[in-house]
């Protein structure tokens, strides 16, 4: 049987996903990317080699998030793909009549407005980290709450002391300024989440048409507190999909499975074993002066990018 | 002697160099803002200030440093702060113990005593006024020639068959007419750049039209929208951009002289969404948009600098104003990153969307090739 294969290399987490032919979710990987991309790829691909019982028939591979190029080059992708687009392929598939996507992850958050199965309209955090897991994730840990319980606390609370959410610093202070009035944590974690949901709608989805239904994925689709506080404030349900922590990476594993490719450029599930390394280097052909990066594959370049020119392009072919 | 500098803005430095220097002057360069430009303008900067002001207080210590004795820089009226920055740059350079002469040249229309005192201080060298006129000719025909081979660019790179052959046409175009000497070689140069974007070979398709506004030195500058038009460009996107330093001069310069309100078709567009002035080019956006939707556009993007008010004003109108005229909306807050893959994200994103959206409309309308319209 064929299996497609997702990968979304963001900037806190990596995902996998293999996808059979009906389109189920087989396997699913969710590892920290901590800052190594190359590693975590690797890694997310020996973990998958070793659930490997089958010998999957990978026929294709599609590669999303922020890292997506340089994951692209290292797995061997035949599609790249921008993870808005690869968000909204995934949700479509889920729930045909998605209007509207809401999607917070680690370092950003993100709306799509969708009308007949057509993006229509998105948009993306640009200038604040408020609101996005990152920002829980601390917060959490700050409080001493695992960040599973953080959600639920929330929900406990009958009475929401109000935080700032326009910015995670005001958010912050004035959590602690709380905290030490004796405001029980229930409550200032349920305010935290009513005040990011209240920043969310008011900066990333602002002048938007929230129409049911509402997908909310993510990593931060965990948190109960963070669901309450949009139904609360959207006064409809919101559906959380069931796999809402990889959807960026089944929106591209579904994307390869589409493109229909005659022979995958997938470079196995050995490619743990092989050495990847990258290096730059200030190209002086011009007054551009670009940051040039070689990846590298067992010291040999196999992709390179950053030049505005092209010259220094070599293996055009290597990536979609 | 005179060692003059002014802001680095796209390639027009060629002609300002050409014409400073015809006017009896030495020229210090500036640099092309790199990120060491943008250090120094961090640096010394007061936080809140938008980013053309940072990137342009940079260049002013990187030529300063470099020896420059004079620096010229355009004011302005109206309520974007931008109006005032040279006073501010002024006070910031002259505490940092830098001794020069900063000239602004204020519109003509509502300063034009002022303006002509501040050019005479420019003028350095015998000259009589048939000088003057073969001078002022050839600079701005330099300047109106650098605008076209870049709008050839923007056009001509979404549908280059091998990636960079447009990027590499428009460097040899810029160099040629840097190294032109005088009016009469223009012409001839013009045809041969003309020719250069001919040569290239090009794919026979329908791209996604794109129409950019915004604030001005986003806008002009490259280095500080993170290339978006060549970006754009290699997504195979057809670019155009509401703003070209020589119409801007024409409208905001020559019309003001006048007493003539500049562009005033984009003024009378916005009318409807955006009666009163807000500064800086709020209300050009928005007539611009309308214009770009009128024109048959796919899509609108507004590129600001973080914190710019007259662009924020415009933000808040423009998806309105794109719904009305069914076109994509994107809008671009740009500040000091340098890393382009947000942004790229975005771009890919919104081109998708305006795939998608166009493929849904197909079976209406058959747009005409653009290909054969360039031909």
Redesign the interface.
Known sequence: MAYYMGVDVGSVSTNFVLIDESENVIESIYIRTQGNPIRAVQEGIKMLASRNENNWDVRGVGATG?GRNLAGVIVGADVI?????AHAVASLREVPDVQTVIEIGGQDSKIIVLRDG?????A?N??CAAGTGSFLDQQANRLNIPIEEFGNYALRSKNPVRIAGRCAVFAESDMVHKQQLGHRPEDIIRGLCEALVRNYLNNIAK?KEIRPRVVFQGGVAANAGMKAAFENALGQEIYIPKHYDVMGAIGAALLAKDAQVSKTRFKGFGLSEINFTADSFECSG????CEVVNIKMEGKVIARWGD????W?VL?DTVA | MRKVAFPYMGKSYIAFKNLLTAFGNEVVLP??P?EETISYGTKYAPEFACYPFKIVLGTFVQVLEAGANTLVSSGGVGPCRAGLYTTLQEKILKDLGYEFEMITLEPPGRHFKDLMQNIKKLVNAPLTFRDYVRIIRFAWRQLVLLDKVEQLSHKVRSLEVK??AA??AY?ECVEMIAAAEKYEDLREIERECELLYDKIEKKDFDPIKIGIVGEIYVLLEPASNL?IE?MLGDLGVYVERSMFLSDYTISNAVMDLFHMAGERDVKKTASPYFKEMCGGHGRESVGNAILFAKMGFDGVIQLSP?TCIPEIVAK?IL??VCRDHGI??LT??L?EQTGK??L???L???V??LT??RR?AKSFTVKPQMAKEMA
């Open positions: 922020s793909k921008n993870e808005i687009t057509v993006v229509t309209d998105f993306m640009t200038v002048g011009c007054p551009n002066h505005r020119c092209n010259k392009k055009d | 640099p092309k790199t990636k960079g990027t590499r460097k290339e060549e973080f808040s998806p309105k994509g909306f671009i807050s500040d893959e947000g790229r994200t975005r890919e994103a919104f998708d969307l998608s959206k849904k």
